[in-house]
T-cell receptor, first 114, second 112 residues
Framework: NAGVTQTPKFQVLKTGQSMTLQCAQD?????MYWYRQDPGMGLRLIYY???????DKGEVPNGYNVSRLNKREFSLRLESAAPSQTSVYFC?????????????FGSGTQLSVL | GQQLNQSPQSMFIQEGEDVSMNCTSS?????WLWYKQDPGEGPVLLIA?????ELTSNGRLTAQFGITRKDSFLNISASIPSDVGIYFC????????????FGAGTRLTVKP
């Protein structure tokens, strides 16, 4: 099993450009997440999808949009990238039931916005 | 809010030494999780704690869920070079299992 696969691994954008980060999981999980990781700040939740067809804001949603395309795929879009969005982005999935909150993470996308 | 304060920020230890790190919050958590992140990878779950006072081990790792439900600690015994990485505490907010909060991490360096 591949687990959680996210692409691309690295990306450099100019301010104002747009891009979509792709994520897919093959564990049949209901819930999927996008986090960003900045030095000294741990991981912060951007958006999540508790089930196919639903999405909700996390701690830091501004400047991002998401799409839960189907149960497997959850994409993150930056419509107009800003330098403050330079970060490492992680996709994750889980069952999110009480007692089963284990998150499975992808290997990350390192994004630089110049 | 549901913020997690993790300490220390970094540790430099000699191979074979024991390590202790902790996590505190001003709010109650009903579940505490400890993750490890290797360079260039996403975090991987090490230990999950579900009951106040619970002490759980996973090999050389031991974690405890504080009685007040506002803290947790992780111990690593007899450290080895592959223990190098960033250790995160985490927990879902009590009102939303999907809203997982993370501490800022403890970066561990092990000198052979």
């Amino acid at each position: 099993n591949a687990g959680v696969t996210q692409t691309p691994k690295f990306q450099v954008l100019k301010t104002g450009q747009s891009m979509t980060l792709q994520c897919a999981q093959d564990m049949n999980h209901n819930s999927m997440y996008w986090y960003r990781q900045d030095p000294g700040m741990g991981l912060r939740l951007i958006y999540y999808s508790a089930s196919e067809g639903t999405t909700d804001k996390g701690e830091v949603p501004n400047g991002y949009n998401v799409s839960r395309l189907n149960k497997r795929e959850f994409s993150l879009r930056l419509e107009s990238a800003a330098p403050s969005q330079t970060s490492v982005y992680f996709c994750a999935s889980s069952e999110a039931d009480a007692g089963n909150e284990k998150l499975f993470f992808g290997s990350g996308t390192q994004l630089s916005v110049l | 809010g549901q913020q997690l304060n993790q300490s220390p920020q970094s540790m430099f230890i000699q191979e074979g030494e024991d390590v202790s790190m902790n996590c505190t919050s001003s709010s109650i958590f009903n579940t505490w999780l400890w993750y490890k992140q290797d360079p260039g990878e996403g975090p991987v779950l090490l230990i999950a704690l579900y009951k106040a006072g619970e002490l759980t081990s996973n090999g050389r790792l031991t974690a405890q869920f504080g009685i007040t439900r506002k803290d947790s600690f992780l111990n690593i015994s007899a450290s080895i070079p592959s223990d190098v990485g960033i250790y995160f505490c985490a927990g879902p907010t009590p009102y939303n299992n999907n809203d997982m909060r993370f501490g800022a991490g403890t970066r561990l360096t092990v000198k052979p």
